[in-house]
């Protein structure tokens, strides 16, 4: 009896944030391709140009993946910056915040609880920060096709994550990722070369 009154409440849940989320979009102008899934109620703001491609999931509530934690998605894209996100992407409970530009290419996987910053949100100018002119430095992110980013990961501005490279879960990675590795930790650093079929 308990789990149908459970799976009673998910579907109320579930059909009432699709209605929100179809809004969400249609306000700021998303340009969506075919076969977005959007699991929960994804936040949104800014004033940017955000595309999805064709078969993009999105989990944005612990119901969908636990695993993120009490988080959901979060996407805020600045006034003239870009986020674009590829076909066949899945993102868990993730936080993206794009100044300029972020891309994720296709078949990317995103963990629960990650965070993507194309920006330091702060100036390192104590003079600086805290007044009218903190902006922080901004550095576009990209990742790559076939990319696998770790749970609870944090990748910052100017990062390239390499073609089927895998971020483990809890890294925070500050530099750049060849092509066809694993990193990992904090500061993600090379463990291995991944072996090509």
């Known amino acids: ?16 944030s699709r209605l929100l989320n179809r809004i969400k979009l249609a306000l700021f102008k998303v340009k969506v391709g075919r076969n977005l899934k959007i699991n929960g109620s994804l936040f949104l703001k800014g004033k940017g140009n955000i595309t999805f491609g064709n078969h993009v999931t999105i989990n944005s509530n612990y119901f969908f993946n ?17 986020l674009k996100i590829g076909n066949h992407v899945g993102i868990s409970n993730t936080a993206i915040f794009c100044s300029i530009e972020i891309v994720v290419e296709d078949n990317v996987l995103i963990g629960g609880g990650c965070k993507i910053w194309d920006t ?3 100036s390192l100018d104590k003079n600086i920060r805290g ?4 902006n922080g430095e901004s550095i576009p992110v ?18 390239t994550i390499g073609e089927n490279s895998i971020i483990g879960a809890g890294s925070v990675v500050t530099k ?4 066809n590795e694993i990193w990992g930790g ?7 070369n991944i072996k090509q079929n």
């Open 176 to 179: 750049s990722v060849p092509d």
């Open 186 to 192: 904090n500061p993600a650093k090379f463990i291995r």
């Open 142 to 159: 990209k990742i790559k096709k076939n990319a696998f980013i770790g749970g609870s990961s944090i990748i910052l501005k100017g990062v």
């Open 1 to 16: 009896m308990l789990n149908k009154v459970y799976a009673i409440l998910v579907s109320l849940r579930y059909f009432g």
């Open 131 to 134: 007044t009218e002119k903190d």
């Open 66 to 82: 636990p695993i993120g934690g009490q988080t959901f998605s979060s996407i805020v894209v600045a006034k003239q910056a870009k």
């Open 120 to 122: 330091d949100f702060h």
